[in-house]
């Protein structure tokens, strides 16, 4: 787009030129010639226009394809919008790591709770002054706190193949979502790339046509 408007700048400065040579050959020219030069200069004038009109409609359109290119996460949508499979299972995978996550959290909170409050007990039951119901009490503490970590053990290995299964379920899940979104958007790049094809004949057309109105000028051809 830079060139399109380099050639316009120098189109106007060689009309600027022209106006002044002009003027300074003769202050009076017959009116049959000035009314071709201003019938040139009109429809050379009518040439930019058409230019700054191309070079505007080029510009919207090239932000509208900027626009509609998608990130990732609108490609993804995309392709579930138009694979209902693709979709269900997505759905059913971003469900599956939401409850992950929650069982986590919940397992997390759990151990943390457990842990404090063992060591809160234990603390206080090593303050009773009686020997005897002081270690009658710390057995019962300890009994409840083996059990405790007997199925904590037992919930946390579950929870660890759980994690190991959700591994290879987001391996397979992640190369989906890259296929299918790399398919919507390989079609936009393709559908941008032929706009800026249709963008590029036009602009061309507008130089050349500018190209041979400016030798015109240069050369001194001026229809009366």
Known sequence: MSNGFDARSYLLIVMLSLAMGCTA???????????GVEAHRSAFKDAIGDFDSATDAAKSSLETGKQSLLDFKSAVAEAKNRRPAFA???????????KTDDLEARFLQLVQSADSFFESVEEQASTIVSEKLRETTLEQVKSSKSAYLER?????????????AKIQ???TMKALEIRFALEVV?????????????????????LEALKIESERIANGEIEK
Do not use: C, Y
């Not at 269900?88 to 939401?98: F, K, L, Q, S, T």
């Not at 904590?152 to 190991?164: A, G, R």
């Not at 390989?186 to 602009?203: N, P």
């Open 88 to 98: 269900a299972v997505h759905d059913a995978w971003e469900e599956v790591g939401r």
């Open 152 to 164: 904590m053990k037992s919930t946390k290995s579950s929870i660890e193949e759980i994690s190991t």
């Open 186 to 206: 390989d079609e936009e790049i393709q559908r941008v790339f032929d706009e800026i094809d249709g963008m590029i004949l036009s602009v061309m057309s507008d």
């Open 169 to 171: 379920v987001d391996d």
């Open 25 to 35: 050959e003769s202050e009076d020219p017959p009116k049959n010639e000035t009314r």
